[in-house]
């Protein structure tokens, strides 16, 4: 397992951006998959989107293509979600996981065994 830490949420209008950040702790970071989550209050964690272990291979729900982008640079142990075009409807905890990377499971919430604490994403409209 890889420690996780994600930071900037916050606040910002529909239509605005924010890029949130997952910092990893480990040196076999670059041999995990990452995937962002996000959870709304009394309901359960949706994938949002994921990303390989070599950044060649990227997964997004269908309710966030086009808006957000998923990418690492490995040799800073970081995974980035860039978050364009922001709606109400994105208002959540936004959450980074990891697994070794075996070339299956992005999108299954089982597959991961590191958590981040998350980070709240508000988007007022």
């Known amino acids: 397992q890889v420690r996780l830490v994600e930071s900037g949420g916050g606040l910002v209008q529909a239509g605005g951006s924010l890029r949130l950040s997952c910092a990893a702790s480990?040196?076999?970071?670059?041999?995990?998959?990452v995937g962002w989550f996000r959870r709304a209050p009394g309901k359960e964690r949706e994938f949002v989107a994921a990303i390989s272990w070599s950044g060649g291979t990227t997964y997004y729900a269908d309710s966030v293509k086009g808006r957000f982008t998923i990418s690492r640079d490995n040799a800073k142990n970081t995974v980035y979600l860039q978050m364009n075009s922001l709606k109400p409807e994105d208002t959540n905890v936004y959450y980074c996981?990891?697994?070794?990377?075996?070339?299956?499971?992005?999108?299954?919430?089982?597959?991961?065994?590191?958590w981040g604490q998350g980070t709240q994403v508000t988007v007022s409209s």
């Open positions: 996981a990891a697994h070794v990377d075996y070339g299956l499971g992005f999108d299954d919430v089982k597959e991961y065994d590191s």
């Open positions: 480990g040196r076999t970071f670059s041999t995990y998959a």
